[in-house]
């Protein structure tokens, strides 16, 4: 009987870590390249806005964290930078900042959805033209498979 509790025990512990470490590789393993330095500069050149990402904020840990330069243009978004790796990432205009899940969750409905994010170090997105940048004063990126706060920063006045 032990010795069924036992191999039991140590099977469904190695399926769990094996489907933890799926969760976390497969988004690395499938992601797109990452624009490259050059295209990321210059859509950065055109940017209305500038802020950024960093990784010591009182809802990022060492798993969920993002740090580099946002820039915001009318039309685009790009980031320089990194972003801790993981699946469904979203990345949001807010009308106000929020560094935790806590301060997030009462701003989504009002904050505009402007992309997924599929690399972790250096993206561009597009962002909808029925969306002003202008109208919002921080760019957040959320783990929506998990409600996971990733990072975000403020920006305008």
Not at 87 to 104: M, N, V
Not at 133 to 150: H, M, N, Q
Request: aromatic fraction near 14%; hydrophobic fraction near 45%.
């Amino acid at each position: 009987m032990f010795e069924r509790i036992k191999f039991l025990v140590s099977h469904g512990v190695a399926i769990a870590a094996g489907f933890a470490l799926g969760v976390y590789l497969l988004p690395i393993i499938t992601a797109p390249d990452a624009p490259s330095d050059s295209a990321v500069a210059s859509v950065a050149a055109q940017a209305m806005f500038r802020t950024s990402f960093r990784k010591d904020l009182p809802g990022s840990d060492f798993l969920h964290w993002g740090e580099g330069e946002v820039s915001i243009s009318a039309g685009y978004i790009s980031f320089s930078g990194e972003i801790a790796p993981g699946p469904d990432y979203r990345l949001y205009l807010a009308p106000q900042l929020a560094l935790t899940e806590a301060e997030f969750l009462p701003i989504k409905e009002q904050s505009a959805y402007i992309g997924d994010i599929k690399t972790f170090d250096n993206f561009i997105l597009e962002v909808p033209k029925s969306i002003n940048p202008a109208d919002y004063k921080a760019v957040l990126i959320w783990c929506e498979s998990f409600g996971e706060f990733i990072t975000a920063a403020g920006y305008g006045s």
